[in-house]
């Protein structure tokens, strides 16, 4: 089971890949999308395996942001996303 | 705070996060119905801080957790690679005709033998027999491939057992008894001539395919109201059946 204060990995990637809308500006006429974005970021892991002994992935971004006794082991977290369709298979 | 992270091997952390990669995408794609202004992920890295451990057989490793120091790092790249790749480093799914080393009864120490050299269902071991490698030289193992081939078949058989659907007592062109067995995969095998005994005396098999097999009768199998037929359609199909006349 995973820990409840970790979500699965996909949901932790797809949150990454909102990148946003598209930047206007009406009164000039233009518009701009973001086209590509990298992310990198410290994440805390939970590696479990469910009742058919299937390992689970569970991830958070740093959960907290003042000085512990027991430092977090953060991993590191690189995930580009780019916009449009599945033109090269993403 | 999290529990304990499991001890996971390297194929089955990417086998998970293929599944939870492929998990974004549809719900991408779903999303890209009704927003076209959206994003899929390119690729993907991940820098874990892991302990590793060799038991002699698997390198398994642990995810560190906190306060835990001196973990060693692996990095895992995630990149996207279009269909055509796919099909073209990707062997073609197990058919419903192979079977999976994991399901031919040998012992773990073959299996593990047979997945070092790449061998994970029987189609694969056949590709290898068809370009006439002697796997025995090539791996320098001690597996018994004699045993092996056997149990593949015993494995295949079982996967396509013998059925009898019916069992009649009738005679042939020259009046003689004879017993016809109806059914499915019975004498599957072209090079072993069924071997049928009935109330414990040998009989001689007079016909035989996959759906029909005829027996022959004589005096000496000494026919009651209860009898017993012992059938052997090959080394892996053996079956008993009650005749009741």
Avoid at chain 1, 17 to 34: N, R, W
């Amino acid at each position: 089971m995973l820990d409840e204060a970790f979500l699965p990995f996909a949901e932790i990637v797809r949150h990454l890949c909102l990148v946003g809308e598209p930047i206007s500006d009406a009164s000039a006429g233009v518009s701009s999308v973001i086209e590509e974005c990298s992310v990198e970021l410290p994440v805390e892991l939970d590696v479990t395996r469910d009742a058919d002994g299937r390992l689970q992935i569970g991830s958070a971004p740093p959960l907290y942001y003042v000085d512990t006794t027991f430092r977090p082991s953060f991993h590191r977290l690189k995930l580009r996303a780019r916009l449009g369709g599945d033109d090269d298979g993403g | 705070m999290a529990g304990e992270n499991a001890a996971w091997q390297l194929e089955e952390l990417v086998d998970s996060l293929v599944v939870e990669l492929d998990k974004t995408r549809e719900t991408l794609a779903v999303k890209a119905i009704n927003k076209p202004l959206s994003y899929t992920v390119k690729d993907l890295a991940l820098e874990l801080n892991i302990f590793p451990s060799y038991d002699g057989d698997q390198v398994k490793f642990v995810t560190a957790q906190p306060g835990q120091q001196g973990a060693s790092k692996v990095s895992i790249q995630l990149g996207s690679i279009t269909d055509q790749q796919v099909r073209a480093t990707t062997k073609a799914p197990t058919g419903k005709q192979d079977l999976n080393i994991d399901q031919i009864d040998v012992d773990t120490r073959t299996k593990r033998q047979l997945r070092k050299l790449g061998v994970k269902s029987v189609e694969d071991l056949q590709q290898i027999q068809k370009k006439n490698v002697d796997l025995e030289k090539v791996s320098e193992s001690t597996i018994d491939y004699k045993r092996l081939a056997n149990q593949i078949q015993k494995s295949r058989r079982n996967e396509t057992p013998p059925r009898v659907r019916s069992v009649s007592l009738s005679r042939n062109e020259n009046q003689a008894p004879q017993l016809v067995l109806r059914g499915e995969n019975l004498a599957m095998d072209r090079s072993f001539k069924p071997v049928a005994v009935i109330n414990e005396t040998l009989a001689e098999v007079t016909a035989c395919n996959d759906r029909e097999l005829t027996v022959a009768l004589g005096a000496e199998h000494q026919l009651a109201q209860e009898n017993e037929l012992v059938l052997t359609f090959d080394p892996f199909a053996v079956m008993k059946i009650n005749v009741r006349i």
